[in-house]
């Protein structure tokens, strides 16, 4: 956790007078105080007349390292005293179940990371809590101040960091709030392949907001090429309705790959998990098995090693160990709902197949069948047949 300097400890009425004597409305003062929001221009310059300590030394204060002071350190690194990272007690582990690929733990991420070696992960894909006030069967607290939420963050993603391999993936799942305070930091050790938007509505309308309607998915990769990039390609969108074409394809049909079209970075075929026949949670932080189906096919081979930091359901887990991948797993909070799920994992593979019968090719079995009844043109009608049928490229 970032060290916080008694200089945010204010009182109201410290905050008050400040205010007061700044002649700077209060619901400001809060915005920096509170909520650690930087204070800009003039409003600056006040501050720091009014406590004495530089422009500069308040940017350090508010975390921010301007482009001023970057230069001004990296020309007097030799100044920057040589501070020996704190040694932590490694704490013991908790195995709660394994397979012949994968071993699930019950412990804090951050304890299972420090047995990982560095530059050994193939995968890693993470979905944290959001800080929003759930209620985890762990207990644990999710509803941290900004700061230290990003600094929590930030502590897990420098190990992310350590223990990928060159050339592994990536991807961090989360509110577009919380993934872009993380880009600045990623961009600095990673590359930055994607912002993946995907379309899933998360909460009511909100009066003088516009309406979340997505999620976001990080892409990054250590070094400039990944070890390995093959996504599948998905069917092309057609009417639900009449099965006719959404767009104007005009001359184009005959050239389209009967295989599907290529996945874009916005996602928009991602259900929610809501309903019962999927749901192997109580609460609603469960993602999709065709998510991350998705994610692990496209950036991974089997016998390769996925790791997800933030166990929940074990969906990670559990389609990692369907499609011959090796799996290291965590939650700090109890392992029954992933146990049980293991239990049912014929289930869980036919959930898979059904979503997998339906890539790699231009339509999907029923649209195709549709648009035959009708006599709409399909890829058969140019190339007789359906030559990409389960194979991408
Ligand atoms: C959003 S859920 C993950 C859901 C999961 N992706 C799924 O599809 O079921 C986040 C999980 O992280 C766990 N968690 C929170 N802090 C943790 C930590 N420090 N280490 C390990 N797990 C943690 C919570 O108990 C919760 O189950």
Redesign the pocket.
């Known amino acids: 956790m970032a060290h916080t300097p008694d200089f945010f400890k204010k009182s109201p009425a410290e905050l008050k007078s400040l205010s007061t004597a700044l002649d700077i409305p209060l619901e400001v003062v809060h915005s920096w105080f509170r909520d650690r929001k930087l204070p800009t221009g003039e409003h600056l310059k006040a501050i720091a007349a009014y406590t004495g300590y530089s422009v500069q030394q308040l940017k350090v204060f508010w975390g921010h390292v301007d482009s001023e002071l970057l230069a001004w350190l990296q020309k007097n690194a030799d100044l920057v005293p040589n501070l020996s990272p704190s040694v932590k007690k490694k704490k013991p582990l908790n195995e709660t179940m394994s397979t012949e690929l994968g071993t699930l733990y019950q ?6 990371l420090a047995e990982i070696e560095d530059d050994s992960l193939d995968l890693i ?1 993470a ?4 800080n929003l006030n ?1 209620k ?3 207990g ?1 607290n ?1 509803r941290l101040k900004e700061e230290e939420y990003v600094s ?1 963050m930030t502590g ?1 993603v420098d190990e992310l960091c350590r223990t990928l391999k060159q050339g592994g993936s990536l991807f961090l ?1 989360n509110l577009p709030r919380w993934n872009s305070e993380i880009t600045r930091h990623l961009n600095r050790i990673l590359y930055f392949k994607h912002w993946i938007s995907v379309d899933i509505k998360y909460s009511l309308p909100i009066k003088g907001r516009l309406y979340p309607s997505h999620y976001s998915l990080l892409y990054y990769t250590k070094g400039k090429k990944a070890n390995y990039f093959v996504p599948d390609r998905i069917p092309m969108q057609i009417c639900p309705k009449c099965y006719g074409d959404l767009k104007d394809y005009g001359g184009y049909k005959s050239k389209m790959n009967p295989k599907g079209v290529n996945i874009t970075d916005i996602w928009t075929d991602i259900p929610p ?1 809501r309903h019962a026949k999927y749901k ?2 109580k609460d609603s ?4 098995i065709k ?2 189906d998705r994610i692990v096919e496209m950036a991974s081979r089997p016998g390769d090693l996925v790791f ?9 887990y559990i389609v990692s160990e369907l499609k011959g991948r090796r799996w290291i797993g ?4 109890p392992s029954k ?2 146990i049980d799920r293991f239990g049912i994992i014929d289930t869980e593979r036919d959930i898979l197949e059904e979503y997998r019968a339906d890539l790699n090719s231009l339509f999907t079995r029923n649209g195709r069948e549709q648009r035959k009844k009708r006599k709409i043109w399909t890829d058969e009608s140019f190339h007789g047949g359906n030559a990409g049928k389960d194979k991408k490229g």
């Open positions: 412990n804090d991420c951050m304890d299972v894909f979905d944290p809590p959001f759930k985890y069967p762990s644990m999710d929590w897990w799942w998990v192997r949670r932080n469960e993602l999709s998510l991350l997800d930091p933030f166990g929940g359901s074990g969906t990670t965590t939650d700090i909070g709902e992933i």
